[in-house]
């Protein structure tokens, strides 16, 4: 079974520019997570979709971040106009649904976003 | 609101040492802790679990108990490798937020 992937690896852009990064979750999990570790500290929750559906986004920074899930597979991330303070690692996770207390999140490799 | 605090990095040690990286906790009723770890070049990976007091979590000869009395969840291994040169992450979750929680990673690199 394919674990969660994402796409770009690395993008480096220049200030001002916009990024797109994709998830694609392992197939069947309803829960999409984004989180980021920015200047090596601490992973930070950014928004959670379950299914196309935005369940909790009280993690994005700022109205220059939009997350999406068309059709409730992958999933893409825009930065739109990237600032430098929006460098750091993008992680993306997924779980399936149902199991108590807790459904393991699967996170994927994460993408390395350097704005310069 | 929730958080986590885990011992800064980095950490050096020769191989076959004694590993402990702590990590406390702030957050109110009974979460669950895990810890996660980094490998070069790799995403986040489940290292182990607890979801409730006085669990121990073990998985590759790590092992963390869950001590509600102290709030901590401290990763232990009592003889080191290579392979375990990684970036560590103590995390909570509570069903309640649906998310996880991180401390600060704590790098570790272990020397032959």
């Known amino acids: 079974e394919a674990g969660v992937t994402q796409f770009p690896s690395h993008s480096v852009i220049e200030k001002g520019q916009t990024v797109t990064l994709r998830c694609d979750p392992i197939?069947?999990?309803?829960?999409l997570y984004w989180y980021r570790r920015v200047m090596g500290k601490e992973i930070k929750f950014l928004l959670h979709?379950?299914?196309?559906?935005?369940?909790?986004e009280s993690g994005m920074p700022n109205n220059r971040f939009l997350a999406e899930r068309t059709g409730g597979t992958y999933s893409t991330l825009k930065v739109q106009p990237a600032e430098l303070e929006d460098s750091g690692v993008y992680f993306c996770?997924?779980?399936?649904?149902?199991?108590?207390?807790?459904?393991?999140?699967?996170f994927g490799p994460g993408t390395r976003l350097t704005v310069l | 609101g929730n958080s986590v605090t885990q011992m800064e990095g980095p950490v050096t040690l020769s191989e076959e040492a004694f590993l402990t990286i702590n990590c406390t906790y702030t957050?109110?009723?009974?979460?669950?802790l895990f810890w996660y770890v980094q490998y070069p070049g790799e995403g986040l990976q489940l290292l182990l679990k607890?979801?409730?007091?006085?669990d121990k979590g073990s998985n590759k000869g790590f092992e963390a108990t869950y001590r509600k009395e102290t709030t901590s969840f401290h990763l232990e291994k009592g003889s080191v490798q290579v392979s375990d040169s990684a970036v560590y992450f103590c995390?909570?979750?509570?069903?309640?937020?649906?998310?996880?929680?991180f401390g600060g990673g704590t790098r570790v690199l272990v020397k032959p």
């Open positions: 995390a909570l979750f509570k069903a309640a937020g649906n998310k996880l929680t």
């Open positions: 607890a979801t409730k007091a006085d």
């Open positions: 957050a109110t009723g009974y979460p669950s």
């Open positions: 197939s069947g999990h309803d829960n």
């Open positions: 996770a997924s779980s399936p649904t149902g199991g108590r207390p807790y459904n393991e999140q699967f």
């Open positions: 979709f379950v299914k196309e559906s935005k369940q909790d």
